[in-house]
């Protein structure tokens, strides 16, 4: 198998992707993830996409989806 390259011949450099972790004592900000996720998906259209995507489904109409949240106590 050959080493990739772009179009100008040369070789491309990749970076692995680090993801800090609780054990090695840097703290992962899921408040972040959080937000981006709820920003995304308080639109009933791309809630049902990912619920379509997530459970190999068809469902069309969005005003049929019923949302319960969970708390965290």
């Known amino acids: 198998m050959g080493k990739r390259t772009n179009s100008h011949g040369k070789r491309k450099s990749y970076k ?5 972790t609780p054990d090695k004592g840097t703290a992962v900000q899921r408040k972040h993830k959080d937000t981006l996720f709820r920003f995304i998906f308080r639109d009933k259209n791309n809630l049902l996409q ?13 005003d049929e989806l019923v949302i319960t949240t969970l708390e965290t106590t």
């Open 50 to 62: 990912l619920y379509n995507a997530l459970n190999q489904s068809d469902y069309r109409n969005p």
């Open 16 to 20: 692995k992707a680090v993801f800090p």
